[in-house]
């Protein structure tokens, strides 16, 4: 059974720093492509950041987080993270973890999500 876990969200001051995990089972995960998704309050899903492995892994940004946020990946601990930086009151949302699909088409798997809040 795939299983996707996330944590370490929270609340943060902006400008401040947080790195999320997802703790990943039930699949090959040194293989597989991974991503974040964010939802932000009364708004739509919107994506994060992509990284695609094994070694040498690509990794891909939404222009709103390029240059602020960092993601990837520790297959010894099948673990996804994405360090965040300066952050910002819009980055405050529910952030999701998933694995892509095959043929790196969709997310098939999600976790269950964890609120980030950035708020003074």
């Known amino acids: 059974e795939v299983q996707l876990v996330e944590s370490g969200g929270g609340l943060v001051q902006p400008g401040g720093s947080l790195r999320l995990s997802c703790a990943a089972s039930?699949?090959?995960?040194?293989?597989?492509?991974m991503s974040w998704v964010r939802q932000a309050p009364g708004e739509g899903l919107e994506w994060v950041s992509r990284i695609y492995s094994p070694a040498g892994s690509r990794t891909y940004y939404a222009d709103s987080v390029k240059g602020r946020f960092t993601i990837s990946t520790d297959n010894a601990k099948n673990t996804l993270y994405l360090q965040m930086s300066s952050l910002k009151s819009e980055d405050t949302a529910v952030y999701y973890c998933?694995?892509?699909?095959?043929?790196?088409?969709?997310?098939?798997?999600w976790g269950q999500g964890i609120q980030v809040t950035v708020s003074s």
């Open positions: 039930g699949f090959t995960f040194s293989s597989s492509a």
């Open positions: 998933a694995k892509i699909g095959a043929r790196n088409v969709g997310l098939d798997y």
